[in-house]
């Protein structure tokens, strides 16, 4: 039998990969603005293959792509009538790869934009409404555990933690940190105690911080809160004057979303971010949009694995200019190559 999520936690670090969004827009199979998945339903091989990269990489959990597939955003791009159909094949497709490696399979739900302070009573109802609908479909098709992340609001959290521990499944609930404080005006760690107390089973933060903004969350919130907590930052150069990718400008225009690529991590930096991270005591460790799936292999071999895609890492000696493999005949260009130093 598969180990669950809490045993696997249990016994070490957990590596999550996400990103689906980003990187099937990238690939041309849906829309930048949006964001909403069509490709599960329009293109189902473009998203397993995706699932099966990431798996070869070394991702323990198959994320199911309902991200953003909820009722009111499948209502702007005009295909309400899709909601059940969309959740449950995503999650179908997440189980199907995930049973060709010893992967988890998480479901998914997300902000949902609808959410609002100032009228809290009507805008949770509607919220509420809409994540039991994705839970529900997401617990009849079978899943190890739910993920509600991006989540800006305290309030909207606890919303989606509630209505997961309905359905009796493993939460895994993650803020967005896009500012200092969540849009209700909670203090961060505050709000991943709440949520701690509340019966959530892993907190932190995914998405928005890349690997230098959302360190120093991470390290506050592993002082001041027991038990498993995550991260999945974006592989993007956030800074201390933008700590959110959404704030990233180039050119003097926002780069967010579709002009980030100055702002990449490379592999090793990811790396890097997952080995420092398992450090401090970061249970799941992951990478959100921007992901793709070198990164997860470089975090997997730095959290000291060997994924089956390592029969494919980089090994310069034998690279043409680069290497000195007693097999290559390029002796010839090294005068070249200190040109370059
Ligand atoms: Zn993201």
Known sequence: MRRSILERLEEGNVLGAEGYVFELERRGYLKAGPYVPEVVLDNPDA????????????????????????????????????????NRKAIRIANEVAREGDALVAGDISNTWVYNPDDIEKTSRIVRKMY??????????????????????????????????KYNLPAMVTFGATYDRSKDGYDWIEGCKMLKENGADVVGFNCIRGPDTMLPLLKKLRKEVD?????QPVPYHTTSRH???????????????????????????????????????????????????????????????????????PDMSRHGMLGNDPKLKNRHEKRFLKQWK
């Open 227 to 231: 038990g498993y907590i995550a991260a």
């Open 132 to 165: 039991e609908e994705q839970v529900r479909l997401a617990h009849e098709e079978g899943v190890d555990f739910v993920i509600a992340e991006t989540i800006e609001y305290v309030g909207e959290a606890l919303i989606a933690l509630e209505v997961i521990k």
């Open 243 to 313: 700590k959110a990718f959404q704030f990233l400008r180039y050119k003097n225009r926002l780069a967010f979303p579709t002009e980030l690529e100055p702002f990449l991590a490379t592999r090793s930096e990811m790396a890097d971010f997952a080995s420092g991270a398992k450090k401090i005591g970061v249970n799941y460790i992951g990478i959100c949009c921007g992901g793709a799936p070198h990164y997860v292999r470089a975090m997997a071999e730095a959290l000291g694995r060997r994924p089956p895609a390592s029969r494919y890492s």
């Open 47 to 86: 998203l397993r293959e995706l699932h099966k990269e990431l798996l070869l990489a070394g991702a323990d959990v198959m994320v199911a792509m309902t991200y953003y597939a909820y009722r009111d955003k499948l209502r702007v791009i005009g295909r309400e009538g899709d909601v059940e159909k969309l």
